[in-house]
Every structure is written in structure tokens, then in C-alpha cells.
């Protein structure tokens, strides 16, 4: 059955507006192109595919929209009218802050938020997740469709990717223990028993599994990895550094990249990814290929290769 919702679209220049109205009479919803849903409600209307004056509305009101999308895939999240809450309570600005970088993307991957929060739920220390809030905050963050975060480690420039401190607790490297300089190779999981890592987080430079932002992390070794985290597995996060590093009792070791992922969803490839993905994404920046604008940009400056004068 064909959608029978009036609407009408107005055209000025490149901005267009669609105004559609309830068949009851019951009101209208107006939304510019600039809105993340056009694209949708107006493939809903021109094709009449049987959505519902209803199904349109809720597409129209953002929030709404990501709520309900959300609700459905997790228990623990509600809306009030304002705030995303978790079992009740306000998710942080850090999260919220992701939520808008989705929306400008017109990502609707939202499952990666829920997975996200919900590997955060199994963290067993409250301390804990409130110190990976202060790590989030220090700047926008990457998380993977299953909700892992993506970090920076700093290493030796040796074929195993030597850690660059060493210590005397045992690391366990898939499985094989190791003290000293720890090894890092792709594909690894470093783990570290959880009860060794330091959870005061006003003690400097102590025991645990460093993973830190692109920016701490760049300056610290001579190699650069890509690690991927479960929020479960965050110990402490210490103030020494500004709140750009954090303590882990666990990461996997993805791989060596200089370049930083600007993606809020890092779709990686690789022998931890097991969706059947038919996209080619850029091992550099975790865009789309086609997307893409690595080769276009100069590593040195950031402008376009065509306007860079570094050379």
C-alpha cells in the first residue's frame, strides 16, 4: 500500500525544504536539507514505501529518533525529553559529544554506542569508569562497531615492537609470559592481571598497560600502534599526564600507523574483525576509501598536495 502523506518541497538555490502533513489533520513537519534524516524522509515520501505520518515524525525530531533507535537495543537506556541517561543517570558530555560527531557524519551505526556502553557496564570498578570518562574527555574519541576504543601506544622502532619501559611484573603475550620490554606484535593480546595495575591515579609513572591518545602517544616512542581496548578493562587513568593515558589491564595490538583515525566509527579490517564487510576502508584514517582524502593531503602541513608549497 502506497503512502498517501501530503507534502510539499520547496527548492532555493542549493537548500531545499520538504513541509509533509498528517493525513488526520493533526499537524505538520518541516525539515531542510541540512537536517541528518533529509535524504530518508524524502525517499520515504517520493517512493511511498507505507511508512506512517508517525514512522516520519519521530525521523524528524533527532533525538527522539536516536533514543528509541538506542532503547531498542539495550535496557538501559532512556530519555527524558533532554538527556540520554544510563539506569537513570546523565551519560557524560564525552558521549554526548560522540552522539552529535555520528549525526553530522549521518552515521546511523548507533549499535556501536550501545555496544560501547555496555562493554563500559562490565567494567567491575565504578572508580574506574568514571576515570575513562576524564580519558574521553581529553579529546574526541574512536570506538569500533562492537564498541571498542581505539588507542595509541609508543614502542621501540624493533621488529616486535618492543614496549619503551620495562618492568618487573609479568605481561602475558597471547598467552606466553614476558618481563622487561614487552613485546607488541600485530595481532597480539597484552594483558596484565588486573590486580598489579595502579588504580590511584595521583600516583605517576606505575604499574599497568599504558594505551594514550594520538597526540600523547606520537610523542612518546619511535613507533607508533594502533590498540584497541575494552572499556571493561580500564584500571585508572593518571593525572600526570594531562589525562591522555590510561591504564589498562588488557588491549589487543591492531597494528603500526602514524596517521591518526578521524572517523568516530573505526570499521577496521583485519583478523579481529568477523563481519562479512563488503566496504574498503583506509588502513591510515579508517574511512571509506572512497572517502578517503589521505593521498590527496599533505602529511606535512594538512592542505590539499595541489595548494601545499612544503615541497
Not at 588504580?199 to 599504558?210: F, I
Not at 591518526?260 to 579490517?269: C, E, G, L, N, R
Request: with cysteine.
Amino acid at each position: 500500500m502506497k503512502t498517501t502523506i501530503p507534502y510539499n518541497v520547496i527548492s532555493t538555490g542549493n537548500d531545499s525544504t520538504i513541509t509533509f502533513f498528517d493525513p488526520a489533520g493533526s499537524g505538520s513537519k518541516t525539515l531542510s536539507s541540512a537536517h541528518p534524516n533529509y535524504a530518508r524522509v524524502r525517499d520515504c515520501l517520493l517512493s511511498g514505501d507505507g511508512s506512517s505520518y508517525a514512522d516520519l515524525a519521530v525521523l524528524v525530531d533527532t533525538k527522539t529518533h536516536i533514543a528509541q533507535s538506542l532503547s531498542k537495543l539495550s535496557d538501559h537506556i532512556s530519555y527524558d525529553g533532554t538527556n540520554l541517561l544510563w539506569d537513570g543517570d546523565v551519560i557524560n558530555n564525552a558521549l554526548a559529544r560522540h552522539m552529535l560527531r555520528l549525526l553530522k557524519d549521518d552515521d546511523q551505526r548507533y549499535v556501536a554506542l550501545v555496544h560501547f556502553m555496555e562493554r563500559l557496564a562490565k567494567n567491575p570498578s565504578q572508580v574506574s569508569r568514571v576515570h575513562l570518562w576524564t580519558w574521553l574527555e581529553s579529546e574526541d574519541f574512536t570506538i569500533t562497531p562492537d564498541g571498542l576504543i581505539l588507542g595509541y601506544k609508543g614502542v621501540q622502532n624493533v621488529e616486535d615492537n618492543l614496549s619503551m619501559r620495562s618492568g618487573v611484573e609479568p605481561v602475558y603475550v597471547n598467552g606466553v609470559a614476558h618481563i622487561g620490554h614487552i613485546p607488541n606484535p600485530a595481532g597480539a593480546t597484552v594483558e596484565i592481571p588486573r590486580s598489579y595495575v595502579q588504580t590511584d591515579r595521583n600516583v605517576a609513572c606505575s604499574v599497568g598497560l599504558h594505551v594514550g591518545t594520538w597526540d600523547y602517544a606520537n610523542g612518546f616512542g619511535r613507533k607508533l600502534l594502533r590498540v584497541l581496548v575494552d572499556p571493561a578493562d580500564v584500571v585508572s587513568v593518571p593525572k600526570d599526564s594531562g589525562c591522555a593515558k590510561m591504564r589498562v589491564s588488557r588491549y589487543v595490538v591492531l597494528d603500526a600507523s602514524e596517521k591518526k583515525v578521524v572517523t568516530p566509527i573505526f570499521d577496521y579490517v583485519g583478523p579481529f574483525d568477523d563481519d562479512d564487510d563488503d566496504e574498503d576502508y583506509c588502513s591510515d584514517c579508517g574511512a571509506v576509501v572512497e572517502e578517503c582524502v589521505c593521498d590527496s593531503t599533505c602529511s606535512e602541513c594538512g592542505e590539499n598536495v595541489d595548494d601545499c608549497e612544503c615541497l
